[in-house]
């Protein structure tokens, strides 16, 4: 079946530390996004990618990064420039530009230890 | 700017009764307008969507949702509320597929709790 794997579905953090975040999709779908959520404030959208080697930043970028070398693979670096990385975070992917075609990952639960 | 506003953060309902959840909209054009559901540590399911055409939009599980226009509103509502039915709720704004950007812009979600 298709769809959305992210992994691992919980991440713990040292300070200082970077941590990689994985999504990958097998429904070829073109666009790619990172969302991370918090208690009482949504979804906020961290980065997304429309295509293979190009990515934007949306709403809250810093201290984050990312690449996608392939169609599949959207991976998400929180680095330790983000002082406050406690969040949930989803990945979601659809064909370009169909908003009503998004699908979303299960998630993955980052902590600071 | 684009936003959408999800008035309650919370709501507790007690099982067999209706319920409402609101979602109000700012937005330049009319935009494709989403509801999902998401249980705790998952992701999101889509529950429904309006584009255009009849303003009423029938969902899964039994939701529905009525687009107002002239509110900028697109309220979530179930006529009998399920104990299953508790989670987190989602409204979200997208634009229309013309304009070649597929983002979605979320609410800030409205948790349901449901009452035996």
Known sequence: DGGITQSPKYLFRKEGQNVTLSCEQNLNHDAMYW?????????????????????????????????????ESFPLTVTSAQKNPTAFYLCASNPQGRSEKLFFGSGTQLSVL | AQSVTQPDIHITVSEGASLEL??????????YLFWYVQSPGQGLQLLLKYFSGDTLVQ???????????????????????????????FCAVGAPSSSNTGKLIFGQGTTLQVKP
């Open chain 1, 35 to 71: 969302y991370r959520q918090d208690p009482g404030q949504g979804l906020r959208l961290i980065y997304y990618s429309q295509i293979v080697n190009d990515f934007q930043k949306g709403d809250i970028a810093e201290g984050y990064s990312v690449s996608r070398e392939k169609k």
């Open chain 2, 22 to 31: 609101r979602c109000n909209y700012s937005y330049g054009a009319t935009p």
């Open chain 2, 59 to 89: 969902g899964i599980k039994g939701f529905e949702a009525e687009f107002k226009r002239s509110q900028s509103s697109f309220n979530l509502r179930k006529p009998s509320v399920h104990w299953s039915d508790a989670a987190e709720y």
